[in-house]
């Protein structure tokens, strides 16, 4: 049955209309249109698709909406238009190469250097994203001189 | 001066650059970026051919309408053949600007140049530009008649590391083709029969929800909805409903495979001298079955527009799969375009042809737009994989230990059953339509690139070699393409050889190799990657390992060594590579290339393969095959080496066979065995040691 479900998107409030068991990732990918959050497995196991859920790093596509109502989400979108310096870290350190693991990559990178976790803390959060392009030693240089 | 292969094919400058009047400069390659920073490094090239800024050229790659037909991103080839062409076609362009603004200025060529795409005498603007030009200079003129390249000492750009153009965007929506949305498109997953020959009855009773709709020709059975997650819970529901009827698999492991029925041998090189030499030492190495990986699942859009589709696919050759689905569909191949937009990293042949097969067909059944995405399982399960191989070297040794003879069996599918158009269109979707097309047994590529023998042929000097390919009869799985064939396992065979030839010999295994090679390039790369090392501390559980390939025998020369640490898995701690690619176009996307083929061969060698059982691909999720992850990448210095005056020789392919080799003599040389069977997973170290 389909039902509104209310929640904070990226700083600004957002209504999802649909069934609660919609996971937010199609939810973002589809109604919302935020398509910059990826689809990768769709079984929580590569985390292409992490946004972050009250300020935790999350993946999206096993998050049901029925989970989301009333919680504050962060997607890539809302770490770039905060123009977050591990953006241009990444880009200076030339750090992907098709990209397609990043926006979960950075999203989880950005909020874990915003609650000032170490860069060896923060690799070892990232053993859950994969990465199949082998650019794993400068995405850690880009969040490492962030966070020194 | 060389033609390069496309150029031939696509001779006019035209077909390669046009000058617009607001200053921007087209550009055309059949090339397609994969995230290999192709794209950057093309449009480098050219701005250096005409000086003008890299943010004045707009690129169009991979469009069948539009783009040179350059065949295949495939075999490290770009920049040596798309690349060059591109030098030499924007050269000329420059020449016939510069020709036609001296005879306005009643000058000469020689006096004129350019800068930032403005014609300049003296160091002062003439009013003249590529652009305003533009509609004055034909560029329908065949560009070998008018390139004259700049010397590599007088290019500013290409050479120079420079950012990926594209990269920026990758990090959010828009550039990727899974981002992609028209006007009444619907979404598509795909309900793979389990089995080559799986059949099922009558569908038309099972009931969809929403707007959802079941497509189904012969046993290719697909649901669409308007809403993508509509559509992947009813293919997940309707999936779990239908019975498939087939002949029960033969329980044949692949690898087991191997050792069975032969369909064929050819030998390749032969020598009478084979049994000369005192001493005979043997290595053989099996590599199971692999999957390329990619973290994007495959996904393409289809719409017809009267009797006229085009397709968007992340393809690697848009030309080849626009003849394949005009032979599958039946429809003329000149009312199909294919456009090529950025997918996932796809390291090879894997569902990014199939795919668009499956969004062509369910367009045409629905009369609308639709995108398909393929599922994570699909792409472990039913697309193409890198075939389960086994290669055995033997060498013999004269009196001073040196190698007097080699002797290689490679047993391995072909690694390619990509689609090549009309003889072989090779979609995995043509074999369940109801007017069924079998998929072909493939085309092994031949020597001198070879495919599954590829880099089996040593580059050491041996005075007698003999080289034999044979191909199992049995192949229960889809074999094709990924990254470097068969250059991978066979690499870490010569490699693991020439480890045991040295120990033999009484030799440094380094110095072993030097004393075998006589190619300055060779020797230069492997001394530099020792130097590098430096002193190498020593424990029970440290070994150090090394590893050297010339790939294809003639693209880039690499040496790497690794460190390993062995306690319950081995994990690599450091790798140290010297190169030398010949010209780098851009040296840091090179290197960044060369970085993540040596990442994804330590996760091949330590981690990776295809589960069977039961004559079953029993590989379902991530979770069945691990791959590298953030905490075990080692530190990593890698230094080119090569001459910037020199051929570009390729990179992208290059690393792989050597880093796995490193790798393995790493963790033989702490084990004191050496390892037949890859991946040196927790379990095989065991075995290995009981």
């Given at each position: 049955?389909?039902?509104?479900?209310?929640?904070?998107?990226?700083?600004?409030?957002?209504?999802?209309?649909?069934?609660?068991?919609?996971?937010?990732?199609?939810?973002?990918?589809?109604?919302?249109?935020?398509?910059?959050?990826?689809?990768?497995?769709?079984?929580?196991?590569?985390?292409?698709?992490?946004?972050?859920?009250?300020?935790?790093?999350?993946?999206?596509?096993?998050?049901?909406?029925?989970?989301?109502?009333?919680?504050?989400?962060?997607?890539?979108?809302?770490?770039?238009?905060?123009?977050?310096?591990?953006?241009?870290?990444?880009?200076?350190?030339?750090?992907?190469?098709?990209?397609?693991?990043?926006?979960?990559?950075?999203?989880?990178?950005?909020?874990?250097?915003?609650?000032?976790?170490?860069?060896?803390?923060?690799?070892?959060?990232?053993?859950?994203?994969?990465?199949?392009?082998?650019?794993?030693?400068?995405?850690?240089?880009?969040?490492?001189?962030?966070?020194? | 001066?060389?033609?390069?292969?496309?150029?031939?094919?696509?001779?006019?400058?035209?077909?390669?650059?046009?000058?617009?009047?607001?200053?921007?400069?087209?550009?055309?390659?059949?090339?397609?970026?994969?995230?290999?920073?192709?794209?950057?490094?093309?449009?480098?090239?050219?701005?250096?051919?005409?000086?003008?800024?890299?943010?004045?050229?707009?690129?169009?790659?991979?469009?069948?309408?539009?783009?040179?037909?350059?065949?295949?991103?495939?075999?490290?080839?770009?920049?040596?053949?798309?690349?060059?062409?591109?030098?030499?076609?924007?050269?000329?362009?420059?020449?016939?600007?510069?020709?036609?603004?001296?005879?306005?200025?009643?000058?000469?060529?020689?006096?004129?140049?350019?800068?930032?795409?403005?014609?300049?005498?003296?160091?002062?603007?003439?009013?003249?530009?590529?652009?305003?030009?533009?509609?004055?200079?034909?560029?329908?003129?065949?560009?070998?008649?008018?390139?004259?390249?700049?010397?590599?000492?007088?290019?500013?750009?290409?050479?120079?590391?420079?950012?990926?153009?594209?990269?920026?965007?990758?990090?959010?929506?828009?550039?990727?083709?899974?981002?992609?949305?028209?006007?009444?498109?619907?979404?598509?997953?795909?309900?793979?029969?389990?089995?080559?020959?799986?059949?099922?009855?009558?569908?038309?009773?099972?009931?969809?929800?929403?707007?959802?709709?079941?497509?189904?020709?012969?046993?290719?059975?697909?649901?669409?909805?308007?809403?993508?997650?509509?559509?992947?819970?009813?293919?997940?529901?309707?999936?779990?409903?239908?019975?498939?009827?087939?002949?029960?698999?033969?329980?044949?492991?692949?690898?087991?495979?191997?050792?069975?029925?032969?369909?064929?041998?050819?030998?390749?090189?032969?020598?009478?001298?084979?049994?000369?030499?005192?001493?005979?030492?043997?290595?053989?190495?099996?590599?199971?079955?692999?999957?390329?990986?990619?973290?994007?699942?495959?996904?393409?859009?289809?719409?017809?527009?009267?009797?006229?589709?085009?397709?968007?696919?992340?393809?690697?050759?848009v030309f080849a799969l626009k003849a394949s689905l005009a032979?599958?569909?039946?429809?003329?191949?000149?009312?199909?375009?294919?456009?090529?937009?950025?997918?996932?990293?796809?390291?090879?042949?894997?569902?990014?042809?199939?795919?668009?097969?499956?969004?062509?067909?369910?367009?045409?059944?629905?009369?609308?737009?639709?995108?398909?995405?393929?599922?994570?399982?699909?792409?472990?399960?039913?697309?193409?994989?890198?075939?389960?191989?086994?290669?055995?070297?033997?060498?013999?040794?004269?009196?001073?230990?040196?190698?007097?003879?080699?002797?290689?069996?490679?047993?391995s599918p072909p690694h390619s059953t990509r689609p090549v158009?009309?003889?072989?269109?090779?979609?995995?979707?043509?074999?369940?339509?109801?007017?069924?097309?079998?998929?072909?047994?493939?085309?092994?590529?031949?020597?001198?690139?070879?495919?599954?023998?590829?880099?089996?042929?040593?580059?050491?000097?041996?005075?007698?070699?003999?080289?034999?390919?044979?191909?199992?009869?049995?192949?229960?799985?889809?074999?094709?393409?990924?990254r470097g064939l068969g250059a991978f396992t066979n690499v870490?065979?010569?490699?693991?050889?020439?480890?045991?030839?040295?120990?033999?010999?009484?030799?440094?295994?380094?110095?072993?190799?030097?004393?075998?090679?006589?190619?300055?390039?060779?020797?230069?790369?492997?001394?530099?990657?020792?130097?590098?090392?430096?002193?190498?501390?020593?424990?029970?559980?440290?070994?150090?390992?090394?590893?050297?390939?010339?790939?294809?025998?003639?693209?880039?020369?690499?040496?790497?060594?690794?460190?390993?640490?062995?306690?319950?898995?081995?994990?690599?701690?450091?790798?140290?590579?010297?190169?030398?690619?010949?010209?780098?176009?851009?040296?840091?996307?090179?290197?960044?290339?060369?970085?993540?083929?040596?990442?994804?061969?330590?996760?091949?060698?330590?981690?990776?393969?295809?589960?069977?059982?039961?004559?079953?691909?029993?590989?379902?999720?991530?979770?069945?095959?691990?791959?590298?992850?953030?905490?075990?990448?080692?530190?990593?210095?890698?230094?080119?080496?090569?001459?910037?005056?020199?051929?570009?020789?390729?990179?992208?392919?290059?690393?792989?066979?050597?880093?796995?080799?490193?790798?393995?003599?790493?963790?033989?040389?702490?084990?004191?065995?050496?390892?037949?069977?890859?991946?040196?997973?927790?379990?095989?170290?065991?075995?290995?040691?009981?």
């Amino acid at each position: 049955m389909s039902e509104t479900i209310a929640f904070t998107l990226n700083g600004e409030p957002c209504e999802f209309t649909g069934l609660a068991s919609v996971p937010l990732l199609f939810a973002l990918r589809g109604a919302l249109d935020k398509k910059g959050t990826r689809l990768g497995c769709g079984e929580g196991h590569c985390g292409a698709c992490t946004v972050t859920l009250d300020g935790v790093p999350v993946t999206s596509c096993d998050l049901p909406m029925s989970a989301v109502a009333g919680k504050v989400v962060g997607t890539v979108e809302g770490v770039l238009n905060a123009e977050h310096p591990l953006v241009a870290a990444l880009i200076r350190h030339q750090a992907g190469q098709c990209g397609y693991c990043l926006p979960g990559i950075l999203t989880k990178a950005a909020a874990l250097i915003d609650q000032g976790k170490s860069a060896n803390d923060i690799r070892l959060a990232l053993d859950e994203n994969l990465c199949r392009c082998g650019a794993h030693n400068r995405i850690m240089a880009a969040i490492s001189e962030i966070t020194t | 001066m060389n033609v390069p292969p496309p150029l031939k094919s696509s001779p006019l400058i035209s077909q390669w650059l046009s000058f617009e009047p607001d200053g921007r400069v087209n550009l055309f390659s059949g090339r397609v970026e994969l995230g290999q920073g192709i794209s950057t490094a093309l449009m480098q090239i050219a701005a250096d051919e005409l000086d003008v800024p890299v943010n004045t050229i707009r690129l169009t790659q991979g469009h069948t309408e539009l783009s040179p037909g350059e065949g295949p991103t495939v075999g490290s080839l770009s920049v040596s053949f798309g690349g060059q062409s591109i030098r030499l076609a924007a050269s000329a362009a420059r020449t016939l600007m510069l020709d036609h603004a001296a005879g306005l200025l009643q000058t000469t060529p020689n006096d004129l140049s350019v800068q930032q795409g403005e014609i300049v005498k003296d160091g002062l603007e003439t009013g003249l530009s590529f652009a305003s030009l533009c509609a004055d200079v034909a560029l329908d003129v065949p560009a070998m008649d008018h390139a004259a390249p700049k010397p590599s000492s007088e290019r500013t750009i290409s050479g120079a590391s420079a950012p990926r153009v594209d990269l920026a965007a990758r990090l959010t929506d828009g550039v990727l083709l899974h981002d992609m949305t028209l006007p009444g498109m619907w979404h598509g997953r795909v309900i793979q029969p389990p089995t080559f020959d799986a059949t099922t009855g009558d569908l038309s009773h099972l009931k969809l929800h929403s707007d959802a709709q079941l497509i189904r020709d012969g046993q290719f059975i697909a649901v669409a909805a308007s809403d993508e997650y509509m559509a992947l819970t009813e293919a997940h529901r309707i999936a779990g409903m239908i019975t498939w009827d087939h002949n029960t698999p033969s329980d044949v492991h692949p690898i087991d495979g191997l050792d069975a029925e032969i369909a064929e041998s050819e030998t390749l090189y032969d020598s009478e001298d084979l049994d000369k030499g005192v001493t005979e030492i043997s290595v053989s190495v099996t590599k199971p079955a692999l999957s390329h990986g990619s973290i994007g699942p495959s996904c393409s859009v289809a719409q017809w527009e009267a009797d006229s589709l085009t397709v968007w696919a992340h393809s690697q050759n848009v030309f080849a799969l626009k003849a394949s689905l005009a032979r599958v569909l039946k429809h003329p191949v000149d009312e199909i375009a294919v456009i090529f937009a950025p997918g996932a990293g796809c390291y090879g042949h894997n569902s990014s042809d199939d795919v668009a097969l499956d969004a062509a067909l369910m367009a045409r059944a629905l009369e609308r737009p639709v995108r398909v995405l393929r599922q994570r399982q699909d792409e472990f399960q039913h697309a193409p994989l890198n075939p389960a191989m086994r290669t055995k070297v033997t060498a013999r040794l004269d009196d001073a230990g040196r190698m007097v003879s080699y002797d290689a069996l490679v047993t391995s599918p072909p690694h390619s059953t990509r689609p090549v158009g009309e003889s072989e269109p090779n979609l995995h979707a043509q074999q369940f339509l109801s007017q069924p097309m079998p998929i072909g047994p493939g085309n092994e590529v031949p020597q001198p690139q070879g495919g599954a023998d590829r880099n089996v042929v040593p580059g050491y000097a041996i005075p007698a070699i003999r080289i034999v390919r044979q191909r199992p009869a049995y192949v229960p799985y889809r074999n094709s393409a990924m990254r470097g064939l068969g250059a991978f396992t066979n690499v870490i065979a010569l490699e693991q050889l020439m480890e045991s030839c040295a120990q033999s010999a009484g030799k440094d295994s380094i110095d072993y190799r030097l004393a075998h090679l006589d190619d300055p390039r060779a020797i230069a790369v492997i001394e530099t990657t020792r130097d590098m090392v430096g002193k190498r501390d020593v424990g029970e559980d440290i070994g150090y390992g090394f590893g050297y390939a010339q790939y294809k025998n003639s693209a880039g020369y690499i040496a790497c060594m690794t460190r390993v640490v062995v306690g319950d898995e081995a994990q690599v701690t450091n790798v140290w590579s010297a190169a030398d690619v010949g010209e780098a176009i851009n040296p840091d996307g090179t290197i960044n290339q060369i970085e993540g083929g040596i990442v994804q061969a330590i996760s091949w060698t330590l981690k990776e393969e295809i589960t069977f059982a039961g004559g079953q691909n029993l590989t379902q999720s991530w979770a069945d095959y691990p791959i590298l992850r953030f905490s075990e990448v080692p530190k990593m210095q890698t230094r080119l080496i090569g001459p910037q005056d020199a051929t570009p020789l390729g990179a992208g392919e290059i690393s792989s066979g050597p880093a796995g080799a490193a790798v393995v003599n790493a963790v033989r040389h702490v084990l004191g065995v050496v390892p037949d069977r890859l991946p040196l997973s927790r379990h095989a170290l065991v075995a290995l040691l009981s």
